[in-house]
């Protein structure tokens, strides 16, 4: 398979995972057609929700992360053909956002799940015992996070070598697009769509833009 071709189906990746970040947390119809509503995490808006977004979107995201890694793939096999002494960290680095991606992903939407069906119950309840849930496996968030940042300072030190052929590659680094998103959602005008976009849907907007523009690179190899 070709490199572009790895590139495309990591793009087709960062768009489902997208479509699974927003389902966890956005865009819910409300009382008028086209209008929607913006929730927060553990909030008692998840028990209003219908319980097959939530499924939905642990799906989505487990499918989404495990395509992502084929850009990811293709970054370090670009790498490696440079000769650089950092291609297989980059490659661990990213086999660890992927993997504990999953996982976190995963106990998200499961902790959403639980607090949507206990809230029939008792909402108080329903929110205690699924923030429990997820404060058990919030650690592996930290370890996607640094593994996050380890493959996007890779990224920007092979920019500055100029591996990518022109230095202005610099600007294109995940890590800045996240950092570009969340300054959007700050300064932007209050609105539950586009606070939900780049709020939500922050880090998979950033790895959209990081494939899309190395889908662009000129290479023939293939893997």
């Not at 970040?21 to 009382?31: A, E, M, S, T």
């Not at 539950?192 to 523009?213: E, T």
């Amino acid at each position: 398979m070709t490199i572009k071709k790895l590139f495309y189906i990591a793009i087709a990746g960062s768009v489902l995972c997208f479509c699974g970040d927003l389902l966890l947390g956005c865009f819910y119809p409300v009382k008028k057609v086209g209008m929607f509503h913006l929730f927060p995490a553990f909030s008692e808006e998840w028990s209003n929700a219908a319980p097959s977004r939530f499924v939905i979107g642990g799906i989505l995201g487990v499918i989404a992360l495990l395509l992502m890694f084929c850009g990811f793939y293709a970054i370090f096999v670009l790498l490696k053909e440079k000769a650089s002494k950092y291609d297989k960290t980059f490659l661990i680095a990213s086999a660890v956002f992927v993997a504990v991606g999953t996982l976190y992903h995963c106990v998200f939407a499961i902790s959403a799940w639980l607090y949507n069906q206990l809230a029939i119950e008792n909402i108080t309840l329903a929110k205690q015992i699924s923030e429990r849930f997820f404060a058990t496996f919030i650690c592996v968030a930290l370890l996607a996070a640094i593994s996050f940042m380890i493959l996007s300072i890779i990224m920007f030190y092979a920019a500055i070598k100029g591996t990518w052929g022109k230095k202005r590659w610099v600007l294109i680094n995940p890590l800045l697009f996240m950092g570009l998103s969340i300054m959007a959602a700050t300064i932007l005008p209050a609105n539950a769509i586009i606070n939900g976009m780049f709020d939500w849907g922050q880090q998979s907007l950033a790895l959209l833009l990081v494939f899309c523009a190395f889908s662009k690179i000129p290479c023939t190899t293939s893997s």
